[in-house]
């Protein structure tokens, strides 16, 4: 029951999104963006209350035998994940907008269906994760080692050339499926020309970025897996973070890259849990356990520095060209 009415209201939300509040196509101001933001993280935040009366009640499966308090503060650590590790997708999104000459009024429309997607999507990769983790006793040391690897990479990669997605498979398959409109048409993702049906560049827009955050989601996941394996905690989290993500897109989108150093925090995240992913076993077998806010504590301060070392080094950077 609890599922149902989480994905009802879910549901509703999304709806009012699109049918109600942004029913025209319209640009998103950046003021209109930073009230958005501010309401799908305090709806988030709220939610763990939430998540508190469901495990104090019992109306949750509690297979691990949660207490509220840590039911409350694992949501509240899988919410900051997912919403950190959302920095990078912000990133290829506007890439992919600007690839495709896509309009700012029309890409809320986009990405509403991107997130309607994404809901689909990472349910399936949640279930199947914890699903493989129960089975497979051994695949916490992937997974671990997974994301460590992540991490390496995500701090030593070194400068990456601009993605391209007009030069992806994706994009030159599709052209080979179906015909593709040079232009935008509204908000239509498909329009009919002499009786045959044609893929607008918003729908390939669409395409790479649903399965752009299909590979973003192979690190969140098992990120997320590191710190709960409850189901209801780790799609609840999951999905109230990708609620957000549209609003936090037209909010960050134009200064994300003011924040360069925050690659470092997110390479410390993931390098965090994928350690205590690979420790899972030992600690259980000992009957340890890491305080659940000193993984909170690795997040916040990670990102907190992250931030203020971008911004110190933006100053620094600025006072020099002058």
Do not use: C
């Not at 003011?258 to 077998?285: E, N, W």
């Amino acid at each position: 029951m609890v599922w149902i009415i989480f994905l009802s209201v879910v549901t509703v939300l999304l709806a009012l999104d699109l049918g109600v509040f942004n029913r025209k196509a319209h640009v998103i101001s950046y003021k209109e963006a930073g009230k958005w933001t501010t309401f799908w993280v305090g709806l988030s935040l709220v939610f763990s209350g939430i998540i508190f009366w469901l495990f104090k009640e019992g109306h949750v499966d509690n297979p691990h035998n949660y207490t509220p308090e840590t039911a409350f503060w694992k949501y509240i650590q899988g919410y900051l994940l997912e919403l950190s590790l959302s920095v990078d997708n912000i990133f290829v999104i506007a890439v992919i907008f600007r690839s495709f000459s896509i309009p700012q009024k029309y890409q809320h429309r986009v990405l509403f269906w991107g997130i309607v997607g994404a809901v689909v999507f990472r349910a399936l990769m949640i279930f199947f994760g914890i699903w493989l983790i129960q089975k497979v006793d051994w695949v916490t040391y992937l997974f671990g080692a997974f994301l460590i690897y992540t991490a390496y990479n995500m701090a030593f990669s070194g400068e990456e050339s601009e993605f391209n997605p007009k030069e992806s498979w994706v994009f030159k398959t599709m052209r080979k499926i179906m015909p593709i409109t040079k232009g935008i048409h509204d908000q239509k993702l498909f329009v009919k020309k002499m009786g045959i049906w044609a893929a607008t560049p918003l729908f390939l827009a669409l395409i790479i970025i649903e399965l752009t955050d299909v590979l973003f989601a192979l690190d969140s996941i098992p990120a997320i897996l590191a710190i709960t394996e409850n189901p209801f905690i780790v799609f609840s989290s999951n999905i109230m973070a990708i609620l957000g993500l549209r609003s936090m897109y037209f909010f960050l989108a134009n200064v994300i890259d003011k924040f360069s150093y925050l690659k470092y925090s997110l390479a410390v995240i993931l390098l965090f849990v994928g350690i205590k992913m690979g420790l899972h076993h030992y600690l259980k077998a000992n009957d340890l356990a890491i305080p659940e806010w000193l993984s909170l504590g690795v997040i916040l301060v990670s990102l907190t520095a992250g931030i203020l070392y971008s911004l110190y080094k933006n100053k620094q950077n600025e006072a020099l060209e002058k």
